[in-house]
């Protein structure tokens, strides 16, 4: 059964730095991995997915890799602002299914 | 620039009533989702479909019901409320499913069994 854990659990940053949220999974035959962003009594908003096949995707200040073979992702977030305060998830795809599997989302706050 | 709306935004039941969280998405999409998200958890798919009249279980399905009659509405039906079903309902959407495009979330529904 596919696992997905998310470390840490919640993050606090000073306004402009880089932080790095991790993202492991247990069954390595996943069809494609998905960032989203959750802020408080939203839904949640598709950041970035990369396929199984690629290592990484960007978008703007945001840059997420995948290194499926040992079930990992991480998403690489720079000069932090107070805007991008929200919870983190990931969720991964496994190869001929509808479900996403997710992660519980790590909570980060950055202060001004 | 609607996307995916969902109704009510919140909700309080008894023990044993039902309801219906209705889900509308305008994007013209096929692929159409319930998901349940409980306090500091992931979400977990209940139902999903595929298309107008497919429908097919996630998850989490028991105590729930869905259909699809139209491409845009995709209601979740609690027949018999029970506490373990409070929780925050998200319904998504997308043109090519999971393994395609991602998935576009409505605000949700947080819905409270007393």
């Known amino acids: 059964k596919q696992e997905v854990t998310q470390i840490p659990a919640a993050l606090s940053v000073p306004e402009g730095e880089n932080l790095v949220l991790n993202c492991s999974f247990t069954?390595?035959?996943?069809?494609?991995l998905q960032w989203f962003r959750q802020d408080p009594g939203k839904g949640l908003t598709s950041l970035l997915l990369i396929q199984s096949s690629q290592r990484e995707q960007t978008s703007g200040r945001l840059n997420a890799s995948l290194d499926k073979s040992s079930g990992r992702s991480t998403l690489y977030i720079a000069a932090s602002q107070p805007g991008d305060s929200a919870t983190y998830l990931c969720?991964?795809?496994?190869?001929?299914?509808?479900?996403?599997?997710f992660g519980k989302g790590t909570k980060l706050t950055v202060n001004p | 620039n609607a996307g995916v709306t969902q109704t009510p935004k919140f909700r309080i039941l008894k023990i044993g009533q039902s309801m219906t969280l209705q889900c509308t998405q305008d994007m013209n999409h096929n692929y159409m989702y319930w998901y349940r998200q409980d306090p500091g958890m992931g979400l977990k798919l209940i139902y999903y479909s595929v298309g107008a009249g497919i429908t097919d279980k996630g998850e989490v399905p028991n105590g729930y019901n869905v259909s699809r009659s139209t491409t845009e509405d995709f209601p979740l039906r609690l027949e018999l409320a029970a506490p373990s079903q409070t929780s925050v309902y998200f319904c998504?959407?997308?043109?090519?499913?999971?393994?395609?495009?991602?998935?576009?979330f409505g605000d949700g529904t947080r819905l409270s069994i007393l």
């Open positions: 998504a959407s997308s043109q090519q499913g999971a393994i395609g495009q991602p998935q576009h």
């Open positions: 069954d390595s035959a996943i069809y494609n």
């Open positions: 969720a991964v795809t496994q190869g001929g299914s509808e479900k996403l599997v």
